[in-house]
Nanobody, 121 residues
Framework: QVQLVESGGGSVQTGGSLKLSCTASGRIFRSCRMAWYRQAPGKERELVSDINSDGTTTNLDSVKGRFTISQDNAKNTIYLQMDNLKSGDTAVYYC???????????????WGQGTQVTVSS
């Protein structure tokens, strides 16, 4: 099994920055995709950004130009640099990893416990 641990959350004023990290451990086998999701109170969990093993990324439209996902494969870690934070970014941020055994055609989804990001005006 894969274990994911997030860190870097906290409270920040509007316009501030935070950098989240997520480190994977355990029986990773093959990392196919890693992602950041978030869930605000009363809302469904949504995909914020993801990164594939080839380095290609996607971003939620509302965070484009402000958030940047990156990875360090040697450390089994992904990051989410969040700049110019807005009150709408307040949420619990979850790391997710899609991992396969021999290939990425059949994957398992693993979740971290989440880290709180609070943006105040």
């Amino acid at each position: 099994q894969v274990q994911l641990v997030e860190s870097g959350g906290g409270s920040v004023q509007t316009g501030g920055s935070l950098k989240l990290s997520c480190t994977a451990s355990g029986r990773i086998f093959r990392s196919c995709r890693m992602a950041w999701y978030r869930q605000a109170p009363g809302k469904e969990r949504e995909l914020v950004s993801d990164i594939n093993s080839d380095g290609t990324t996607t971003n939620l439209d509302s965070v484009k130009g402000r958030f940047t996902i990156s990875q360090d494969n040697a450390k089994n870690t992904i990051y989410l640099q969040m700049d110019n934070l807005k009150s709408g970014d307040t949420a619990v941020y979850y790391c997710a990893a899609d991992a396969g055994r021999a290939n990425c055609f059949s994957r398992n989804r693993y979740w971290g416990q989440g880290t709180q990001v609070t943006v105040s005006s």
